[in-house]
């Protein structure tokens, strides 16, 4: 067979799969069609059908056509992440900041502590966590922040699903893990920082600053219909620009969307144009992280990692949640439906534990251990959010 001939084969694999499961097994409460797409994507690498057809796995997924499912990932991930920047609303967290930085600061900065706590006990077992570029302060700092992430673009999804998204309660959570995003990636630029390639790092920030300023001017001037191609090209001239300096393009595609307003596209056409990405291009994505997952170290150190990070980011996303709460005097049972919501993590997270994979930071193992405990944590969300929302309908109006 050509090499496009085994490519469609695998386009096949990774569509149908994935849909078969989540519309025969009706996995839409618990388990959205994205989620199940990720599980796929851990199905069909080489931790589990590698490992039962290996011969099948090697013929189907070569070189060459990882080489090209990858090209196909790398831009839809950079989409995504573009689209994600662009969705922050700065100037609604500004105006409601008491609220919003005591909120944010506790739902990140309390997992945080409890995933680095987390880390160091992973460390305290084994050292094969820590990849071969990686140091011991990166792995802590890298493992906290993906028990403390919230992704974005999941959590409008499920907010779509449960029908808060444009209640007072949706659009407050919004601004929380808003605001969350930007420390995130503020984070990552911090681990990625290259010593040996600060002058380029200093110099990107400088270019861009000075590019966003022409292009935000610009945005404004034209319409609307262009303003999506412009947008796309910032994406990969910005992107290009980050990884040359010595970050990642994943840091430039965040960095491009952040610095475009919402206001410039309009909403239903963004609302669709996510959409599309994730229908379309993004599974490929999801593939391409299960094709990272690995058992090397050993199962039960893997799935005993993944276990111990589950009950960090998500023990410490409600104790921060709560203590928000009683800060800010929230109704009885407010901070227990916020902070469930919050623990949306696949994709954002994946992104992140990828990036420092690629960087060599962290080792696959690792990169197994955070991609598990990232879709437990997101599973758990709908179905536990969904009944207490049930019995409180009056939170849904709450503005503050």
């Known amino acids: ?71 196909i990932a790398q831009w839809a991930v950079m989409i995504f992440v573009w689209v994600a920047g662009i969705e922050l609303d700065i100037n609604k967290a500004w105006q409601h900041r008491r609220e919003t930085t005591v909120t944010a600061g506790l739902a990140l900065g309390t997992p945080l502590l409890f995933g680095c706590a987390a880390a160091i006990a992973m460390l305290a077992v084994s050292d094969r966590w820590i990849g071969p570029k990686g140091h011991t302060w990166q792995l802590i700092v890298g493992i906290g922040m993906a028990c403390a992430v919230t992704a974005l673009p999941i959590l409008v999804l499920f907010m779509e699903k449960i029908e808060i998204l444009r209640q007072p309660i949706g659009q407050r959570i919004l601004r929380y893990a808003s605001l969350d995003d930007i420390a995130i990636w503020g984070v990552l630029a911090l681990i990625l920082l290259d010593w040996n390639r600060v002058g380029r790092q200093l110099g990107f920030l400088v270019v861009f600053a000075l590019a966003a300023f022409v292009v935000r001017k610009l945005m404004r001037r034209i319409q609307e219909r262009d303003r999506w191609y412009v947008g796309l090209i910032w994406l990969a001239a910005s992107g290009y620009a980050a990884d040359w300096s010595g970050l990642h393009f994943m840091v430039g595609a965040f960095l491009s969307g952040a610095i475009l307003d919402a206001d410039m596209f ?69 901070a227990s439906i916020i902070g469930w919501l919050l623990q949306t993590k696949a994709l954002i997270m994946i992104i992140f534990v990828n990036i420092l994979l690629d960087k060599g930071i962290i080792t696959s193992e690792t990169f197994t251990a ?30 503050s």
């Open 1 to 71: 067979m050509s090499t496009s001939e085994i490519f469609l084969i695998a386009m096949m694999i990774i569509f149908t799969v994935p849909y078969l499961i989540w519309r025969l097994c009706r996995t839409e409460y618990y388990a959205p069609l994205v989620v199940v797409q990720i599980i796929g994507g851990i199905l069909l690498g080489p931790g589990v059908l590698g490992a039962v057809f290996p011969n099948y796995y090697n013929f189907v997924f070569n070189p060459k056509v990882i080489g090209q499912l990858n090209g």
């Open 370 to 399: 955070t991609l598990l405990m990232a879709v437990a944590s997101t599973m758990l969300s709908v179905p536990t959010v969904a009944p207490r929302l049930a019995r409180q309908q009056t939170l849904i109006a709450k503005a």
């Open 266 to 334: 309009n909403q239903e056409r963004m609302d669709l144009f996510r959409s599309h990405v994730l229908l379309a291009i993004m599974p490929v994505f999801f593939l391409s992280t299960g094709l990272r997952t690995t058992w090397q170290v050993g199962g039960m150190l893997v799935f005993g990692a993944a276990a111990l990070l589950l009950v960090a980011s998500v023990a410490g996303k409600l104790v921060g949640v709560q203590i928000a709460g009683r800060i800010l005097k929230w109704e009885k049972g407010e």
